[in-house]
């Protein structure tokens, strides 16, 4: 599945490693796809098309930032980060979060960004079990922000990552 020809563009780019981190994992890079300019430029456009009429959008750390970036200078919009815990100097909103072996933390400013009832749409490489999603659209919400929905550039479908975010809106570009 994909949206259209951007989603035949990620999948001619997308590299596959097998048995990485781990044995028997099929590892979905999209590196190159950042790396070529096309294929760059596409899915900036086409994120910047379902982004339309946000106020700011939201970076996930950690190629969140460079499509986030890209999306809004499209807009001509400003990208919020979403950083992993620690990375921020105080103070911060933050959400902890479970995964597999452990928990993460995700932060964004408490000072200097109101993010009170902007329209938000947040950015992130991949939704696998939808985890970060879940803790980044909980903590923009709790700093005030209003979530609109999320674009992710690939989808793991087998994953189930979108039924945890339901009924939170997630269009993705390219699904396997």
Same mark, same amino acid.
């Given at each position: 599945? *994909?949206?259209?020809?951007?989603?035949?563009?990620?999948? *001619?780019?997308?590299?596959?490693?097998? !048995?990485?981190?781990?044995?028997?994992?099929?590892?979905? !890079?999209?590196?190159?796809?950042?790396?070529?300019a096309r294929g760059l430029a596409e899915v900036s456009e086409a994120i910047a098309e379902i982004a339309r009429g946000a106020d700011l959008v939201a970076g996930v750390?950690?190629?969140?930032?460079?499509?986030?970036?890209?999306?809004a200078m499209k807009l001509g919009i400003g990208v919020l980060a979403v950083r992993k815990g620690g990375k921020l100097?105080?103070?911060?909103? *933050?959400?902890?979060? *479970?995964?597999?072996?452990?928990?993460?933390?995700?932060?964004v400013p408490a000072d200097g960004i109101d993010l009170a009832g902007r329209s938000i749409v947040v950015i !992130? !490489?991949?939704l696998a079990t939808g985890g970060t999603l879940a803790a980044t659209n909980k903590l923009l919400i709790a700093?005030?922000?209003?979530?609109?929905?999320?674009?992710?550039?690939?989808?793991?479908?087998?994953?189930?990552?979108?039924?945890?975010?339901?009924p939170f809106p997630v269009t993705s570009l390219y699904t396997v």
């Open positions: 599945m *994909s949206t259209g020809g951007v989603g035949q563009i990620i999948a *001619s780019l997308l590299r596959e490693v097998p !048995d990485f981190p781990e044995p028997g994992i099929q590892f979905k !890079d999209l590196t190159p796809v950042l790396a070529d750390d950690a190629r969140g930032f460079l499509l986030g970036g890209a999306v100097p105080p103070p911060v909103h *933050s959400e902890t979060y *479970s995964l597999e072996y452990g928990t993460a933390t995700l932060e !992130d !490489d991949v700093a005030g922000a209003n979530v609109t929905g999320a674009v992710v550039m690939l989808e793991l479908a087998a994953l189930g990552g979108r039924a945890v975010l339901e």
